[in-house]
């Protein structure tokens, strides 16, 4: 019973220092990160700009460095303006509207069709790449580093020419051409699927007199910092799985200690930035080695970038080569992903979505969800048929561990009995029934494990609802618009009868309190703790879970609440098969009989 009673002190003290934590550490980061990134958009604004806001060009891009490593000035131009100051090839498909700029032939004005910033429909749609112009500057570029001999290489300044005035679509590509004063000819045709892919495909033709040598890079570069809080359980900025260096995941704020960090050298996989729904990531061809970087420039207007840089490509004098490079820009969705891995064979493409170490438990889960959701049309229906699912696949370990609870209950007599042979001989008292837990076959702490088993499943679960983009305003009943976010209501405003708003930590919604109810419940169907320590852990476990639990998505909380109306009936069931009395409403009434005597 000592080691009992220590683990749920154990239990108890962990709760308490993950409040704290919250509350004394992670909010006041979170609002330190904030008011610093404020600052720094503020100072940008008044900075000026360079002409195209951008890293200087490399010039006719002699000298072998990869674009990106010169200062470009702050901008306080809107991004309307930035958009309508070059010339431009409109994109316009059933997920994208935007426009490629020719100059630099830069994706860097893209809009998702499907996403709204809130769950309002008429709210703006999700804007993910802006000219470097603008203040929340983010694109992706391919080109060239060339030498002497290759002349002007397409670069970030270089103007390329439309073949034609159509537009970008599913079934148009757009062609854009580039000679340089050598007589090097490049002609590139992009291309886009019906979801978020782009297909480029370079034609470089030498008509010059000598052999060029050329080397292929490509970079996102994104020259603002998201001002959302960062999450320990969600990864956020530079990624990529390159090659035999298999997945590498790079903190923006790694890059601003040590400016550059390189991987090495690798063949096959992507790179690129990514956001908890959206990502921007390149994928050069598949066969030929490139040495990649993620870099944080800061000699001017901040700046993140993720890039590569293949091997120079020798092209001899009337002699053509291809290249053929994918530009990912979109938003996160699992089934669209896993097609383009299997379609490009892109390796490890799936790790965009940030599906932690137990991928092997989370991924399988939300595929559950997800088959649910195209049935029903509800996630919220979706989460309680799968918790139907966990429950059967637990049975077998739940039910042994509910009989148990069960044939503690028949030895309450016995228990009593050695309560009233051994008084004030607490030692003696544990060892007695410590010895009867023995010669009963049971454990003491089967109460626990059924609450126990629900962690691993909660994570998983909580992982699910967080970062996949499926959930992400995904609508419940009533009052829940967002399974991806906390319940709204709170209890300390009457659940919005009352016209104030409350603090955050107050915000105690109805489902939190459901959660919190059911918890109780279930704990009430196991007899009390015969340790006072112990009886008042079971006492407050519920509340501090309610509070805990009410920041938490709405999905996850109504999770809980429906885990744990099963697991009621559940213990109900095998309680009443062994022929046990269920006492919950004995143990209701005797608890709070006994707080109103002791008033």
Same mark, same amino acid.
């Given at each position: 019973?000592?080691?009992?009673?220590?683990?749920?002190?154990?239990?108890?003290?962990?709760? !308490? %220092? !993950?409040?704290?934590?919250?509350?004394?550490?992670?909010?006041?980061?979170?609002?330190?990160?904030?008011?610093?990134?404020?600052?720094?958009?503020?100072?940008?604004?008044?900075?000026?700009?360079?002409?195209?806001?951008?890293?200087?060009?490399?010039?006719?891009?002699?000298?072998?460095?990869?674009?990106?490593?010169?200062?470009?000035?702050?901008?306080?131009?809107? =991004?309307?303006?930035?958009?309508?100051?070059?010339?431009?090839?409109?994109?316009?498909?059933?997920?994208?509207?935007?426009?490629?700029?020719?100059?630099?032939?830069?994706?860097?004005?893209?809009?998702?069709? =499907?996403?709204? &910033?809130?769950?309002?429909?008429?709210?703006?749609? %999700?804007?993910?790449?802006?000219?470097? &112009?603008?203040?929340?500057?983010?694109?992706?570029?391919?080109?060239?580093?060339?030498?002497?001999?290759?002349?002007?290489?397409?670069?970030?300044?270089?103007?390329?020419?439309?073949?034609?005035?159509?537009?970008?679509?599913?079934?148009?590509?757009?062609?854009?051409?580039?000679?340089?004063?050598?007589?090097?000819?490049?002609? =590139?045709?992009?291309?886009?699927?019906?979801?978020?892919?782009?297909?480029?495909?370079?034609?470089?033709?030498?008509?010059?007199?000598?052999?060029?040598?050329?080397?292929?890079?490509?970079?996102?570069?994104?020259?603002?910092?998201?001002?959302?809080?960062?999450?320990?359980?969600?990864?956020?900025?530079?990624?990529?799985?390159?090659?035999?260096?298999?997945?590498?995941?790079?903190?923006?704020?790694?890059?601003?200690?040590?400016?550059?960090?390189?991987?090495?050298?690798?063949?096959?996989?992507?790179?690129?930035?990514?956001?908890?729904?959206?990502?921007?990531? !390149?994928?050069?061809?598949?066969?030929?080695?490139?040495?990649? =970087?993620?870099?944080?420039?800061?000699?001017?207007?901040?700046?993140?970038?993720?890039?590569?840089?293949?091997?120079?490509?020798?092209?001899?004098?009337?002699?053509?080569?291809?290249? +053929?490079?994918?530009?990912?820009?979109?938003?996160?969705?699992?089934?669209?992903?896993?097609?383009?891995?299997?379609?490009?064979?892109?390796?490890?493409?799936?790790?965009?979505?940030?599906?932690?170490?137990?991928?092997?438990?989370?991924?399988?889960?939300?595929?559950?969800?997800?088959?649910?959701?195209?049935?029903?049309?509800?996630?919220?229906?979706?989460?309680?048929?799968?918790?139907?699912?966990?429950?059967?696949?637990?049975?077998?370990?739940?039910?042994?561990?509910?009989?148990?609870?069960?044939?503690?209950?028949?030895?309450?007599?016995?228990?009593?009995?050695?309560?009233?042979?051994?008084?004030?001989?607490?030692?003696?008292?544990?060892?007695?029934?410590?010895?009867?837990?023995?010669?009963?076959?049971?454990?003491?702490?089967?109460?626990?494990?059924?609450?126990?088993?629900?962690?691993?499943?909660?994570?998983?679960?909580?992982?699910? %609802?967080?970062?996949?983009?499926?959930?992400?305003?995904?609508?419940?009943?009533?009052?829940?618009?967002?399974?991806?976010?906390?319940?709204?209501?709170?209890?300390?405003?009457?659940?919005?009868?009352?016209?104030?708003?409350?603090?955050?930590?107050?915000? #105690?919604? #109805?489902?939190? %309190?459901?959660?919190?109810?059911?918890?109780?419940?279930?704990?009430?169907?196991?007899?009390?703790?015969?340790?006072?320590?112990?009886?008042?852990? $079971?006492?407050?476990?519920?509340?501090? $879970?309610?509070?805990?639990?009410?920041?938490?998505?709405?999905?996850?909380?109504?999770?809980?609440?429906?885990?744990?109306?099963?697991?009621?009936?559940?213990?109900?069931?095998?309680?009443?098969?062994?022929?046990?009395?269920?006492?919950?409403?004995?143990?209701?009434?005797?608890?709070?009989?006994? +707080?109103?005597?002791?008033?």
């Amino acid at each position: 019973m000592q080691n009992n009673r220590n683990y749920f002190v154990a239990i108890a003290l962990s709760v !308490l %220092i !993950l409040i704290a934590w919250q509350f004394l550490y992670v909010n006041p980061k979170i609002e330190a990160d904030r008011a610093a990134l404020e600052l720094q958009q503020t100072l940008d604004a008044g900075a000026g700009t360079s002409a195209d806001g951008t890293p200087a060009a490399t010039g006719p891009a002699t000298n072998g460095a990869l674009p990106g490593a010169t200062v470009p000035g702050g901008s306080s131009e809107n =991004r309307d303006e930035a958009v309508a100051r070059s010339a431009r090839v409109a994109i316009d498909t059933p997920e994208l509207s935007g426009s490629i700029n020719l100059t630099g032939a830069r994706f860097d004005d893209l809009r998702l069709k =499907r996403f709204h &910033e809130t769950v309002d429909k008429s709210s703006p749609i %999700i804007t993910l790449w802006s000219p470097a &112009e603008s203040p929340d500057g983010y694109f992706a570029e391919l080109g060239y580093v060339g030498d002497q001999a290759s002349g002007q290489v397409p670069g970030p300044q270089t103007v390329w020419t439309q073949e034609g005035d159509g537009k970008l679509t599913t079934t148009t590509p757009v062609t854009l051409t580039f000679t340089n004063d050598k007589g090097v000819t490049f002609t =590139r045709t992009v291309s886009v699927d019906d979801h978020y892919m782009f297909t480029v495909a370079d034609t470089i033709e030498n008509r010059s007199d000598a052999a060029v040598s050329i080397s292929p890079y490509g970079r996102v570069t994104r020259l603002y910092k998201p001002t959302g809080p960062s999450i320990y359980v969600l990864h956020e900025g530079f990624i990529g799985v390159l090659g035999d260096l298999g997945l590498q995941e790079v903190d923006y704020s790694d890059t601003e200690k040590s400016t550059t960090i390189e991987p090495g050298k690798a063949t096959g996989g992507w790179l690129g930035i990514t956001d908890k729904y959206w990502a921007a990531a !390149l994928v050069p061809p598949q066969a030929t080695p490139y040495e990649t =970087r993620f870099s944080h420039f800061s000699d001017g207007r901040p700046r993140y970038q993720a890039d590569y840089r293949q091997d120079a490509i020798s092209i001899a004098p009337g002699q053509s080569t291809e290249l +053929k490079n994918l530009v990912f820009g979109g938003a996160k969705e699992v089934p669209i992903i896993d097609r383009y891995e299997t379609e490009y064979s892109i390796k490890q493409f799936d790790l965009m979505i940030d599906w932690g170490w137990f991928w092997f438990f989370t991924k399988p889960m939300f595929q559950l969800m997800d088959y649910f959701y195209r049935y029903f049309g509800n996630f919220g229906i979706a989460i309680l048929l799968t918790t139907i699912v966990v429950k059967a696949l637990f049975f077998p370990l739940a039910n042994k561990q509910y009989a148990s609870m069960a044939n503690m209950k028949k030895i309450q007599p016995k228990m009593e009995e050695l309560k009233a042979k051994h008084g004030d001989d607490r030692m003696g008292l544990q060892q007695a029934m410590m010895q009867l837990y023995k010669e009963e076959k049971i454990n003491p702490l089967a109460g626990c494990w059924p609450i126990l088993l629900q962690i691993p499943v909660f994570f998983a679960l909580y992982k699910v %609802i967080y970062v996949t983009i499926e959930m992400r305003h995904a609508p419940f009943f009533g009052w829940i618009q967002d399974l991806s976010a906390p319940d709204p209501t709170s209890l300390f405003n009457l659940f919005g009868l009352l016209p104030y708003d409350v603090p955050h930590f107050l915000l #105690i919604g #109805i489902w939190p %309190i459901v959660m919190g109810i059911t918890m109780f419940l279930q704990m009430r169907m196991n007899p009390t703790p015969p340790d006072p320590t112990q009886a008042m852990i $079971f006492n407050w476990m519920p509340l501090i $879970f309610t509070f805990m639990l009410a920041s938490f998505p709405a999905g996850l909380v109504i999770y809980w609440a429906w885990n744990n109306l099963l697991s009621i009936t559940q213990q109900a069931i095998i309680m009443k098969r062994h022929g046990v009395k269920i006492e919950l409403f004995n143990n209701l009434k005797g608890l709070f009989g006994k +707080k109103a005597g002791s008033a």
